[in-house]
């Protein structure tokens, strides 16, 4: 984000203000399409609701609701202590354990995301701000040695470079998402594959920054969805196959290695080293490897440009 910073500070001339609107200007349109995709699932579950059989739900919880609609509460309770309502009581008194303990998990799950959340911007807040005197302190420590400063300032353009090119997958991929999506809809000729093509793309675009998984956590419980709908509905089960395979394959492969080494090679570092870095770094550190690969790469090279020299050097003239 730090392109991004300078450019605000050229004309907020606030540090606060500038880190702050560099956070929201990248987090606000992804929130944004999260909140919209959450409205759009809630709107299909609704009409799931709206056309499934609930009869046997509605006929179980009749005597609770009966009683609930004239208001009275002493006779809901003793509907639900004597077990009037039959199934829901034993229910209701064998499963609650399990449901209040199931519930404390998910609870636990969601405020370790906040967390994590949280701490991530409450970072790259006071990184942004703040670089400069982390850069200064350092380069104090180490009494402004020339071969230091130029090696981690190399380092510092070409992992900006590399990263700010991460964040351009993201383009790459949403669009090749859209591209696939709507050919795969006019192919099927039962209905649409994707019926939301740009809002899964969208998606898809911002599940490339998750850690190890990138945009696996989108596409795949997708297609899962889309198996399942297969295999209990006359749908084609073409359809979920042919989604897994095009979205693997030219959404996910293509923009992870090729298209993002291809970015990433406006560096100084040569466009096959980088390439190396994320097939690699990958086989090394797993999905991890797409971040930690091209970081020991760029290190590499540039150690081996600004370092090796004067350490072989010394140890000719030793």
Not at 76 to 84: D, F, M
Request: no cysteine; glycine share 8%.
């Amino acid at each position: 984000m730090r392109p991004l910073y300078r450019q605000i500070d050229r004309v907020i001339d606030h540090p606060n203000v500038t880190a702050t609107a560099t956070i929201l200007f990248v987090i606000l349109p992804m929130l944004a399409v999260v909140g919209y995709a959450i409205v759009v699932g809630l709107r299909e579950l609704d009409q799931f609701l709206s056309t499934s059989d609930l009869e046997v739900v509605r006929s179980t919880l009749q005597p609770y609701l009966r009683v609930a609609r004239r208001g009275n509460i002493d006779q809901l309770r003793e509907a639900i202590t004597s077990g009037s309502g039959g199934s829901v009581t034993s229910v209701l008194r064998q499963d609650l354990p399990g449901v209040i303990g199931r519930l404390q998990s998910v609870a636990a799950a969601v405020f370790g995301v906040l967390a994590r959340f949280f701490l991530m911007l409450t970072f790259l807040f006071y990184l942004l701000r703040d670089d400069w005197k982390l850069r200064q302190w350092f380069y104090e420590s180490v009494d402004h040695d020339d071969d230091i400063v130029s090696y981690t300032q190399a380092v510092d353009d070409d992992l900006e470079t590399v990263f700010l090119s991460n964040l351009a997958v993201i383009v790459v991929a949403a669009g090749a998402a859209v591209v696939v999506y709507y050919g795969l809809n006019f192919v099927a000729s039962s209905g649409p594959v994707v019926p939301t093509p740009v809002l899964l793309a969208l998606l898809i675009g911002i599940g490339t920054l998750v850690p190890a998984v990138g945009m696996k956590i989108v596409y795949v419980p997708y297609g899962l969805v889309l198996l399942g709908v297969a295999l209990t509905t006359p749908k084609p089960l073409w359809h979920p196959l042919v989604f897994f395979a095009l979205t693997l394959v030219v959404v996910d492969t293509i923009p992870d290695f090729f298209a993002r080494s291809f970015l990433s090679a406006r560096s100084g570092v040569h466009m096959g080293l980088v390439l190396l870095g994320y097939f690699l770094g990958t086989l090394a550190f797993g999905w991890w490897g797409l971040f930690l690969g091209p970081i020991v790469v760029v290190l590499a090279s540039h150690f081996a440009k600004t370092v090796v020299p004067g350490l072989v050097s010394d140890f000719m003239w030793e």
